[in-house]
């Protein structure tokens, strides 16, 4: 069976707008993540709290928080990697952080300068200190599937580090496709292994092989009811190469209203908002849905 009700985890204006070309001005930005709240979207990842010189596209976290009406009932998730980004965000009156470990030896250190074990060193004190100050922590575990260094990952070891950061104290760990090899057999496998069960989890297809929206459908039906999407299909990861943009929430969108499953987001006011941010990045959406819905 299927849910009632998907909760989508945007991750546009963080992931997606990481990894663009262009920096969009902080106003622009504001106006992406207001634009989203008014499609209906409740939970909106807004920027990363990292260091700005390994991500210049989202150095501009501190002002975007400051332009942004934090409306009631909604959530505006940062990412922060270690205590200098919980400092960062607690400063401008966060609530809701997610760390982000990786499952390969090769994408920590790319991503996060340290080793897996080292990893964790590192987030035990921002998860600890979160939590002592009121805020809830995601987190996210990288190269569940395949890793562009170290080829496919065993589920043994995704499932080791999900484990080992959810019992950090996190509610949730949203299992990370960075570089969108994944398919849906593997999807149900990995799923399955957790001893957690699906409650707790999340899924972050990235649709480099056109697989995310299957990936994503299979992890319903394993009991999965959060899922991670990017307005226009917008992003990816500039230390995980070969990464594109994130499962396009509008080509979500259309499937789950096809199937019956709710979601609060209205289509029109989502796919005008990707065509306006078109725009602005000067480049079209990769989403298909969005394609075929703009009315320009
Ligand atoms: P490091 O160089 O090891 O940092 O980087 P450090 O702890 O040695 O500190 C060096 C200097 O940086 C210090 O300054 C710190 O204060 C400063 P100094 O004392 O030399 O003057 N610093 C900071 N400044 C501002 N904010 C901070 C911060 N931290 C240190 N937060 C670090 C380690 C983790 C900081 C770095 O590797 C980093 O920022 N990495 C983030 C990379 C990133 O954002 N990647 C993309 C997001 S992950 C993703 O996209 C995957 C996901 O979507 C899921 C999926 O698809 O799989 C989530
Ligand atoms: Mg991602």
């Not at 997606?16 to 106003?27: M, S």
């Not at 501190?62 to 009406?69: F, G, N, Q, S, V």
């Not at 080509?251 to 989502?270: A, I, K, Q």
Request: charged share 20%; hydrophobic share 40%; aromatic share 6%.
């Amino acid at each position: 069976g299927l849910p009632d009700h998907v909760t989508i985890y945007e991750v546009g204006p963080r992931d997606g707008l990481q990894n663009e070309a262009a920096i969009l001005p902080v106003d622009v930005k504001a106006e992406f993540v207001e634009r989203l709240v008014d499609a209906g979207l409740t939970t909106i990842e807004t920027t990363s709290f990292v260091h700005p010189t390994w991500v210049p596209q989202l150095a501009d976290a501190a002002d975007l928080l400051t332009r942004i009406e934090r409306r009631p009932g909604i959530r505006y998730p940062v990412l922060v990697p270690n205590e200098r980004g919980l400092d960062r965000a607690l400063e401008h009156g966060v609530t809701e952080i997610a760390i982000f470990g990786s499952a390969t030896e090769t994408f920590a250190q790319r991503n996060l300068n340290r080793t897996i074990d080292s990893q964790f060193e590192m987030f035990a004190p921002v998860v600890s200190r979160a939590l002592e100050s009121g805020v809830r922590v995601r987190a996210y575990v990288s190269m569940c599937f395949g890793d562009p260094w170290e080829g496919p990952v065993p589920i043994a070891k995704v499932v080791e580090v999900g484990m080992r950061l959810l019992d950090l104290g996190c509610f949730e760990l949203s299992l990370g496709d960075t570089i969108g090899v994944g398919t849906p057999g593997h999807a149900r496998a990995l799923i399955e292994s957790f001893p957690c069960g699906p409650g707790p989890l999340a899924v972050h297809f990235h649709d480099t092989y056109g697989q995310a929206l299957a990936n994503t459908l299979e992890a319903l039906r394993c009991g999965v009811t959060v899922v991670d999407a990017a307005a226009g299909g917008i992003g990816g990861c500039p230390y995980a190469e070969s990464a594109t943009g994130n499962l396009a929430t509008e080509d979500l969108v259309w499937m789950l209203h096809g199937l019956g499953v709710e979601t609060g987001v209205d289509l029109g006011s989502l796919v005008d908002t990707s065509t306006w941010l078109a725009k602005r990045l000067g480049r079209p959406s990769p989403s298909s849905v969005v394609r075929a819905l703009s009315k320009e």
